[in-house]
């Protein structure tokens, strides 16, 4: 056993059992990286927070979402080999080794954002595109971030790696680890703010590898994953309380703005229609709603290398500006340069051909390259000139003259000095209207007619078309946001928003962030404390509500009842003056209705001894 120090706890296990798709369980040994990195506080702000567009249950269920910003400090750990020969780990394959991550962070140190609304079974995901010509790939290493902040106990988190052909929603399992404390550490992380780097690579002298095939939807790509399978501390329902930012780890997100939407993926736990993802499962980034949408890319990336080594390919530059995945000589061979083994077209900004006007028969005019121009029957004019520097022929169209009504087939130049209106492109008189005339539908929903197009678009009307009638037009009445009780919006028509119980906002008026607020009102509390709540949050609250538009600085709540509701005299002595008290207003009249229920009977007598020959706590003595 050797020991020295260094950034990365590094660990060679043996046999552990092995779950993956359509297999029995089957041995693998599993190499565990572990690289323990101080952390400090930088800031911690929430979330986008669901706003007022967002439901009362949908800020509940997204007051979860926390992500933490967090600065890595790197601190020297101790550096330990096991189950390894005295020449060390056996060596990796001879292809060359691909590194895939959307991260640009430092996984040695520096800034992150821990998510710190992740709960339980919940799956980090990153998905990475390479080319079709390296799978079958051996996956070599995976690692991911996960951070504390401020935590006030030491935190245990359980885990899983997993590893997919294709994306993690319909792609294929081929591989999944989970830690057991025997093979497999938990990511165990001391007080305070700290963080790990959890790697996990098989034993290269391992027969059981992670390959990956090639994806059956021609993907050309893999995903890898972290899961939490146990948090040191999950509160009962995360949907509505997240775990706690002081009692546990989370992983974590870069801080340079989220790069790719579209290949981050989170599985989520179902929370609802509300939920982030709305009903759990699978989503990528991209799919996520604003207020739930990390900032930023995984904190992941994936080491691999293909099974077959073949002669090496890179990315391609054409002379037409396009990318594509070539080996050295047959890039040259198509006229391309060559960019470098390994290197990937999405790393790589091939220079694009210049453009210029291009001329058509029909006398439009589009900016192309030259050979896209050519290719369409095009005249090319000139890298970077313009349509408008092109003055690109034109040939005759109709000529409308509104002096006589007539039509003439004129070029646009003949048809000005000509004092006539020139019609669209590729318009002739035998089947263009000069002036057409039609019903025009109103905004208010009502038609008017004929009119000209013009006159129609001067009222703010839609024109429907030459020899339409408003006795054949249906103009489609105006809509408006609705508001309903529940505090839901629709764009309705009003006879739809009445008819279904909501407000009328008015023609026109959408659905915005504050369009539909709940009401709110004083809600008083039996302490006669008040705070103004919609009815809803007075309710849960235990408070009772006064009503849509009341306010606590103009209502008055009925004062808390006594401490000791049989020191009738209140004179915080309990003895036998309160029961004479008692007894005098029970028969005089005096207002003995010590149960408060409107009416003073002999329950209210029964009540007060009760209280009073077995006082509850508060009574004075």
């Known amino acids: ?7 990365i706890a590094h660990s060679v296990f043996g046999p552990r059992p092995v779950n993956r798709p359509g297999r029995f369980t089957r041995v693998a040994r599993v190499l565990l990286l572990s690289a323990a990195l101080g952390l400090s506080l930088t800031s911690a702000s929430a979330q986008v927070a669901p706003g007022k567009a967002a439901t009362k249950a949908q800020s509940r269920l997204n007051s979860r979402f926390t992500p933490v910003d967090v600065q890595v400090l790197p601190v020297p750990v101790l550096h330990t080999v096991v189950g390894q020969s005295g020449n060390g780990p056996a060596p990796r394959g001879s292809c060359p080794e691909t590194i895939s991550s959307h991260t640009d962070a430092n996984f040695g140190g520096g800034s992150f954002t821990a998510q710190a609304g992740f709960a339980e079974m919940e799956v980090a995901a990153a998905q990475y595109t390479i080319p079709a010509a390296s799978f079958p790939i051996k996956v070599d290493l995976i690692e991911m971030i996960f951070a ?3 935590a006030t106990v030491q935190t245990t988190t359980q885990w899983s790696i997993l590893v997919w052909s294709g994306n993690p929603q319909t792609g294929t399992l081929v591989a999944q680890y989970s830690s057991d404390g025997i093979i497999l550490q938990p990511i165990v ?4 703010t700290s963080g790990v780097n959890v790697q996990v690579s098989v034993d290269p002298g391992d027969p059981d590898q992670i390959i990956v095939q090639a994806p059956a939807d021609g993907s050309n790509s893999f995903t890898v994953g972290y899961r939490i399978d146990e948090h040191h501390n999950q509160t009962a329902n995360p949907c509505f309380v997240a775990p706690p930012t002081n009692s546990n780890a989370f992983p974590t997100t870069d801080v340079s703005g989220l790069s790719q939407p579209a290949n981050n993926w989170l599985f989520g736990i179902n929370c609802g229609g509300f939920g982030c993802p709305a009903n759990g499962g699978w989503a990528r980034f991209s799919a996520l709603p604003a207020f739930c949408r990390p900032s930023g890319d995984w904190v992941i990336r994936a080491t691999w290398e293909p099974v077959n080594c073949t002669g090496a390919v890179g990315a391609c530059c054409l002379a037409s500006g396009a990318c594509s995945i070539l080996s050295s000589a047959d890039c040259l061979a198509q006229g391309g340069t060559y960019q470098g083994d ?9 220079p694009q051909p210049g453009t210029g006007a291009c001329c058509f028969s029909n006398g439009t005019c589009e900016v192309r390259t030259s050979a896209s121009c050519l290719s369409s029957g095009g005249a090319y004019q000139g890298n970077d000139v313009t349509c408008a520097q092109a003055n690109c022929p034109q040939p005759a169209r109709a000529c409308c003259f509104p002096s006589t009504g007539g039509c003439l087939n004129l070029t646009p130049t003949n048809c000005a000095a000509a004092g006539g209106i020139s019609g669209p492109a590729g318009s002739v008189c035998a089947t ?3 002036f057409p005339m039609g019903a025009c539908c109103l905004p208010s929903g009502s038609c008017i007619g004929p009119v000209s197009p013009a006159s129609c678009a001067s009222q703010g009307g839609t024109f429907q078309g030459n020899a339409t009638t408003c006795a054949n037009t249906n103009c489609p009445l105006p809509t408006g946001a609705c508001c309903f009780l529940n505090g839901f919006c629709l764009v309705l028509t009003q006879i739809d928003c009445t008819t279904g119980g909501g407000l009328y906002q ?4 959408g659905c ?10 004083a809600c008083c509390f039996t302490t006669g404390a008040c705070l103004d709540l919609t009815s ?5 609250a235990g408070g009772t509500f006064q009503g849509s538009g009341t306010a606590c600085a103009t209502t008055t709540c009925p004062p808390p009842p006594p401490a000791c509701p049989c020191d009738w005299n209140q004179s915080d002595s309990l003895n036998s003056q309160d029961f004479f008290d008692f007894i005098a207003a029970f028969f005089g009249g005096g207002g003995a209705d010590y149960n408060e229920d409107g009416q003073t009977t002999s329950q209210d007598f029964f009540d007060f001894l009760a209280c009073f020959f077995a006082p509850p706590p508060g009574c004075p003595g």
């Open 536 to 540: 809803e949050d007075c309710t849960t």
């Open 189 to 192: 992380l001391p007080p305070g």
């Open 342 to 350: 390994n290197v990937q077209c999405s790393q790589t900004n091939c």
């Open 432 to 434: 263009h209207v000069c």
């Open 506 to 509: 008015g023609n026109g008026s």
């Open 512 to 521: 915005g962030p504050s369009t539909c607020l709940p009401p709110t009102g």
């Open 1 to 7: 056993m050797h020991h020295h120090q260094s950034h």
């Open 148 to 150: 504390t902040s401020g």
